[in-house]
């Protein structure tokens, strides 16, 4: 298996206990998976054990989704930059001068800068949740709206569902990263994720980064699942 496509897996640590994770996380490589820290994790245990991950040679997803006016998403993505993080991401639905002050705000990183990708629409709404918020498109259909919006904002990539993948490399081109949450084995539970797609078709339609949590994390052998993906995508 290329490493390349082994590092392709996002693990989402979503986790209530520090020690719980981190007895998993010395389980794996960080040649075979990056980690995600998402909202959970962070909101109990913060940047230092983020930095933890760092040190122990993982590649980190701060998966905060930032949402708020460009003055203070811009200090935002600076502190993540700070910390030393692979990837963070900020809402679309804040706006394309929130994004282009995101975005302007790491270049004083370089090289180091994190990449820097948009939330489009959640993994775990469908159309009739967006008709709720008012909007009367497809989901797919916001997703390519908002993508183009991150693309102007000079974003590296996007999150979507892997349904939209094929479309969005298709219209955005190959270099646009495509973060794919709702990722779901065959026989793995979708919860609360409305549009999923299993981990092979995910990279066949164009996905660069698969984020999976519970199919691996709730698994009774979870370092077992990330080899079957693994295998499943090479
Ligand atoms: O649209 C989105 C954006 C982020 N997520 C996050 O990904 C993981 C998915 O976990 P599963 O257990 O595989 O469902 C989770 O941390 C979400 O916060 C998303 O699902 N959809």
Not at 163 to 182: R, Y
Not at 196 to 206: E, L, V
Request: hydrophobic share 45%; with cysteine.
């Amino acid at each position: 298996m290329s490493l390349e496509h082994s590092k392709k897996v996002l693990i989402a640590l979503d986790y209530d206990d520090q020690q719980t994770a981190l007895n998993f996380v010395k389980q794996l490589s960080p040649d075979t998976c990056r980690l995600k820290v998402g909202k959970e994790m962070f909101t109990y245990f913060g940047p230092a054990f983020v930095k933890e991950l760092i040190d122990l040679g993982f590649d980190v997803f701060l998966d905060l989704k930032f949402h708020d006016i460009p003055n203070t998403v811009a200090k935002a993505v600076t502190a993540a930059a700070k910390m030393g993080v692979w990837m963070v991401n900020v809402h679309a639905s804040g706006g394309v001068e929130m994004m282009t002050k995101a975005k302007q705000a790491l270049e004083q990183f370089g090289d180091e800068a994190p990449l820097l990708i948009a939330v489009t629409v959640l993994t775990s709404m469908d159309s009739a949740e967006l008709k709720r918020l008012g909007i009367d498109k497809t989901p797919a259909e916001q997703v390519v709206y908002l993508a183009k919006l991150a693309k102007e904002s000079g974003l590296d990539g996007v999150v979507c569902s892997a349904q939209e993948a094929k479309q969005l490399k298709s219209i955005l081109g190959s270099d646009f990263k495509l973060v794919t949450p709702g990722i779901r084995p065959e026989g793995s539970a979708a919860g609360d994720q409305k549009r999923i797609m299993t981990p092979k078709q995910a990279i066949d339609d164009g996905s660069d980064y698969l984020v999976i949590g519970r199919p691996i994390t709730q698994a009774d052998d979870p370092v077992s699942v990330l080899i079957n993906v693994n295998n499943s995508i090479s």
